[in-house]
């Protein structure tokens, strides 16, 4: 009896000991488990707090004609001290920098300057020589990836004319730009104006009216339309801004001009239908009028169909169809309220002047 107690007593001190043994194993284990989790927690905030690097402009494009948008962009942001980029003609071009020139740090703003007519894909080509910048252009367009550099906190800025009305083209450069986060994209409804008379950026609202381009009705009419299509703008004299070319004191509405083409080829090879042949403008329009890709094309640019001047040939068995309208472009540059009379600053935090996807 005695043996067998003696036998139980050394049984249960050898667990007792063995139950130690564990319990310092695994508090060491637990322990070593915990620093290196607070290790990786830190290396994560580091990474988190990177300084972002300084602002990055791409001129995305050069200077034609009577313009000089892209000089005066160029003078505004060195002035601001910030890195300009030139030379960089589609959005390729762009990502390939971005790639070569990436660091620890990440991109905070990246600003592309781009002057380009709001009915026409922008001015801004997708790969090199390639195709010029569309929702649709962008998802054809074989680009690079953005490997990195950027983050939840980057924000890719365009500046370019009423870009930030163009929903499906903001969310295709959020995908084009996105690494494993996604930047933010900013762009204005407005117009971007460099090199004023008064300031050297400001945002300018656009009105617009159309005539068939070598068609013209005359200012008095079109001041009249253009009155009528906007009754609630009480402060423009529309015949006055319509014969203005530039803002001669601040805030004073001005006119820019744009063409609008378009170009139809509707191929008849295997169609049991004859080429429709017209003799005249009318029954071109009726004829785009009763075709529902046409008008597709008509709508979205949001342009009656008889503000086109059209005309039409036959090419072996394609009917080739052209049209162009002319717009007059009333721009109200934006001003302060209140206070002395000057432009508000074009602040890309401001969400009453910038979209943002």
């Not at 007792?16 to 508090?27: A, H, K, P, V």
């Not at 922008?122 to 010029?132: A, I, P, W």
């Not at 540059?333 to 009453?352: A, C, M, S």
Request: proline fraction near 5%; include cysteine.
């Amino acid at each position: 009896m005695k043996q067998h107690i003696l036998k139980v007593g050394t049984v249960m001190g050898l667990l007792l000991l063995i139950g130690i043994f564990t319990s310092c194993e695994e508090t060491k284990t637990n322990k070593t488990l915990e620093v290196g989790n607070i290790a990786k927690k830190e290396e994560i905030t580091v990474k988190t707090n990177l300084k972002p690097r300084k602002p990055i402009v791409f001129i995305a494009g050069y200077n034609k004609k009577d313009s000089d948008f892209y000089d005066s962009a160029r003078v505004y942001f060195k002035e601001k001290n910030y890195q300009i980029i030139n030379d960089t003609y589609s959005i390729e071009e762009i990502i390939t920098w971005m790639n070569n020139n990436a660091s620890e740090n990440p991109y905070g703003e990246i600003h592309i300057v781009n002057h380009n007519n709001p009915w026409k894909e922008m001015n801004l080509e997708t790969t090199v020589n390639g195709e010029k910048t569309s929702s649709e252009n962008l998802l054809k367009a074989n680009l690079p990836k953005v490997k990195k550099g950027i983050n939840a906190n980057s924000k890719i800025i365009f500046h370019a004319n009423g870009l930030g009305d163009k929903k499906e083209l903001l969310n295709s450069f959020k995908q084009i730009f996105a690494t494993d986060e996604v930047p933010q994209i900013k762009a204005s409804p407005y117009f971007n104006v460099f090199g004023g008379e008064f300031t050297k950026h400001f945002l300018a609202k656009p009105y617009y009216v159309f005539y068939p381009t070598a068609h013209s009705p005359g200012k008095v009419d079109l001041s009249k339309e253009i009155a009528k299509k906007y009754p609630e703008e009480k402060e423009i004299s529309w015949f006055d801004a319509l014969t203005n070319e530039k803002e001669r004191y601040v805030g004073e509405p001005y006119t820019k001009q744009f063409t609008v083409p378009v170009k139809w080829e509707l191929d008849y090879t295997n169609s049991d239908n004859e080429i429709p042949t017209f003799a005249m403008q009318e029954e071109i329009m009726d004829f785009i009028a009763i075709n529902v890709d046409l008008m597709k094309d008509i709508d979205k640019m949001d342009i009656p169909v008889e503000k086109f001047r059209w005309s039409y040939r036959i090419k072996n068995e394609k009917l080739i169809i052209k049209g162009k309208a002319s717009v007059l472009c009333v721009l109200k540059p934006i001003t302060k309220p209140y206070g002395n009379l000057e432009h508000i600053k074009p602040d890309t935090n401001n969400k009453r002047l910038y979209a943002m996807k």
